[in-house]
């Protein structure tokens, strides 16, 4: 685990302390210790296993890559929640919950694009074409999706699981994540029912530091899961830069060896030349005896010139 859960570190949050007797919920009856002064008290020995159990199965979420929305619109919790939820890198809701928000989820996927475009529309100078009625309009409802739904729009798909501070101020949430089966993780006081919970961590939901130190826990929780899944992520990029760079050797020394394999070029290259030779070799004879040949009916025909007058005076 990411921290070593202590009794005496949740004794000192007031995590023990719960509602009054007559506000209880039976079904708590399991987690309550004693009752003192007319509040009872929660048993923290039960409250570590469970915090044990629910970071357990938040780590694995978490590793798989999957998003945790954590939720709490009560006073005393929403700073509390966004400081840790964003340290974790996880959305979060903590104004009022958006109705459909998981049921839904494509319409708030709507509004949650259009608090882009209108970003868009500033940057690219078209805000600026606006009058300015229809701009003052614009900004106001950047500011309202900006506020209720500005911490989910890096959530592009419905969440793993939710982790909620007092199920029964969240009713809806709760309603709408057993529709979908999203397991629900929640702090469960003396007053609310857990049965409607998957992990009960049963706390005090109303005190700030007892909110504090069991959101403390749990996102650490959380975190643990996300590096686990950077380590295998980047254990598999080695992986496979390994197995590459064999691959990637090899390929160059076969070309080296086609490169001096072929000795057939040279060969050729001889062929050529010794054709060369032969042809070079060949050809001046031939025309040295082109050559002969008319100097050769040259002399013979003057001398066949000087018998022919030689006859003539032989015949006279």
Known sequence: MANNI??????????????????????????IYMERNGIHI????????????????????????????????????????????????????TERWPGGMLTNFVTIRKAVKKMATIDRMKKDG????????ERLQVD??????????GSINDMTRL?????????????????EAQKLNIPIFAMVDTNSDPREVDYVIPANDDASKSIENILTHVTDAVIEGLSERKAEKDAKKVEKEVAAAPKAEAKPEAKAETKEAPAKPEVKAETKEV??????????????????????????????????????EDKK
């Not at 619109?73 to 966004?82: E, G």
């Not at 005896?289 to 030689?310: D, F, I, L, R």
């Open 275 to 312: 054709t060369a030779k032969t042809e070079a070799e060949a050809k001046p004879e031939v025309k040295a005896e082109a050559k002969e040949t008319p100097a050769e009916t040259e002399v013979a025909a003057p001398k066949a010139e000087k018998e022919a007058p030689a006859k003539e």
């Open 140 to 149: 106001r409802l950047r500011a309202k999706l900006e506020k209720n739904l």
């Open 6 to 31: 202590e009794v005496k570190d949740l004794l000192e949050a007031g995590v023990h302390f719960g509602h009054l007797t007559r506000k209880w919920d039976p079904n708590m009856a399991p987690y």
């Open 42 to 93: 929660i048993n923290l020995y039960k409250t570590v296993a469970k915090i044990e159990e629910a970071n357990e199965a938040l780590r694995k979420i978490a590793a798989s890559g999957r998003k945790i929305l954590f939720v709490a619109t009560k006073k005393q919790a929403k700073d509390i929640v966004a400081e840790k939820a964003g340290k974790a890198n996880m959305p979060y809701i």
């Open 126 to 133: 078209t805000f600026l074409t606006l009058s300015k009625k």
């Open 159 to 175: 969440p793993g699981a939710l982790f909620i501070v007092d199920i029964k101020r969240e009713h809806i949430a709760i309603k």
